[in-house]
């Protein structure tokens, strides 16, 4: 009887928001696209061809106006409902092949699939799924396999950049371990990051390969106990989780500059009341209840002077809290302290704090538990209908109203969830 292995694949697409960008624009397959941020005002996603003319994530726009026309960048607002409505299409179709999949980001989920058959079978396996998911999205996957998650991160670089491996590598046994790691970055090891990097440098570690057959000892000396899971996965021992590197957040913050000068006390609470929306929605996702909301406003600055008016303030909810409705009249009251008549607002947010576990919830004898309990059903409703179906708004957000709405000005349609953006062909 065959041996079986335990094998941890990740499927992670090609610059994912530039290439859903150019599905329903064929003229633009072999052009260099960028994705923006909310109010057009920084690159955070980039086309093959845009990284190769120099363009980086990062780039702020109205400082690099000269090179995007000289090298023709076509640029685009970001559009997540698109994006999410994509990375939906590519979990269903992983599914049909595979039980155990995790979803990690929008653009990349883990595969855990134990096999008696050969590398070679599951090379053909994995090149399936990525013709599936090209044939039925026109969106490329690199897959990456081998026995631990970090390794999988490795092999998926590989996947991506060596032409080679015609975007699926696997590493089939330890004997390609070290050729693996000896030419794989130590700054590109998934968990390390910008410090751990600057870090091993200084200690003359380049490489995965050097980083992975350091001492116990001193790894976890200078890199703790994470530091110590990632090693152990590279040398091809499970120590992490998907979990390891999702920790929720302690607090949330929803913030943004507003396309044009908020002068009035209803606009700027329509654009609080979309921030706690958002805000409310991210809590909810990880799982967990809020007990302070702080509100803050910024003003652009009077003719002469060097500040606007700022002032921030922090509340406390009277129980623990994630549904909007119950955010939301908190952060107006603490709106209607600092909200001075007469400034030209430029910013807002809001800034959920004092997390716990909506599971580890203790509820006080005055807690109407009734009520909170059915809050959170509604909101498990709004939240589904929200990824799935449109979008429910509350009254006070009034989203006709241009005045805090964000910039953007290359924004595509929402081409496979709105009816009425749907791609029109001409027969005639």
């Known amino acids: 009887m065959s041996n079986t292995t335990q094998w941890q694949i990740i499927i992670d ?4 928001y530039a290439s859903v960008e150019k599905v329903f624009r064929p003229e633009l397959r072999t052009k260099p696209v960028a994705v923006l941020s909310n109010n057009d005002g920084i690159i955070v996603a980039l086309s093959s061809e845009a990284k190769e003319l120099g363009f980086k994530r990062g780039d702020a726009v109205h400082l690099i106006q000269k090179e995007i026309r000289e090298k023709k960048l076509h640029l685009f607002s970001s559009n997540y409902i698109l994006y999410y409505d994509f990375s939906r299409r590519i979990e269903q179709i992983v599914s049909r092949t595979f039980v155990h999949v995790q979803k990690y980001s929008i653009d990349e989920m883990f595969v855990s699939y134990k096999s008696a058959k ?7 396996l994995l090149k399936k799924v990525k013709n599936d998911v090209f044939q039925e999205t026109k969106v490329h996957v690199s ?5 631990t998650k970090t390794l999988a991160k490795v092999m998926n670089q590989y996947a991506k950049k060596d032409k080679r491996y015609k975007g699926v590598a696997i590493l089939q046994d330890n004997e390609l371990l070290k050729r693996a790691l000896d030419k794989f970055p130590v700054e590109n090891v998934w968990g390390i990051g910008r410090r751990g990097t600057e870090k091993l440098r ?4 380049h490489t995965a390969w ?31 989780t998907i979990a390891d590197f999702l920790q929720d957040k302690k607090s949330i913050m929803c913030s943004r ?8 006390y209803k606009d700027l609470k329509a654009a609080l009341a979309d921030f706690v929306e958002e805000a409310a929605e991210k809590l909810r996702k990880q799982k967990s209840v809020c007990k302070t909301v702080s509100v803050f406003v910024s003003s652009y600055p009077p003719k002469g002077e060097k500040y606007g008016y700022r002032k921030n303030i922090q509340l406390e909810l009277p129980y623990f809290a994630s549904d909007t409705i119950h955010i939301t009249t908190i952060a107006f009251m603490g709106l209607e302290r600092i909200f001075k008549t007469g400034e ?5 947010g809001v800034i959920l704090g004092e997390f716990t576990s909506e599971q580890n919830l203790q509820y006080s004898l005055w807690d109407n538990i009734e009520k909170i309990q059915k809050y959170r059903n509604l909101y498990q409703k709004v939240d589904f209908i929200n990824s799935s179906e449109g979008r429910i708004y509350l009254a006070v957000q009034n989203i006709d109203n241009a005045k805090h709405a964000i910039k953007l000005n290359h924004k595509s349609p929402q081409y496979t969830t709105n009816i009425a953006e749907v791609l029109k062909i001409d027969m005639g």
């Open 13 to 16: 697409a090609n610059s994912f």
């Open 118 to 124: 050969s590398v070679e079978h599951l090379r053909a």
């Open 143 to 147: 897959i990456g396999a081998a026995s």
């Open 202 to 205: 200084l200690n003359n570690i």
């Open 210 to 240: 050097q980083f992975s057959q350091k001492h116990d000892s001193w790894i976890r000396k200078h890199f703790t106990v994470t530091g110590l899971r990632t090693a152990k996965e590279l040398r091809g021992i499970n120590a992490v």
């Open 257 to 264: 500059s507003f396309g044009q000068a908020v002068k009035n």
């Open 344 to 348: 030209r607002y430029k910013k807002a």
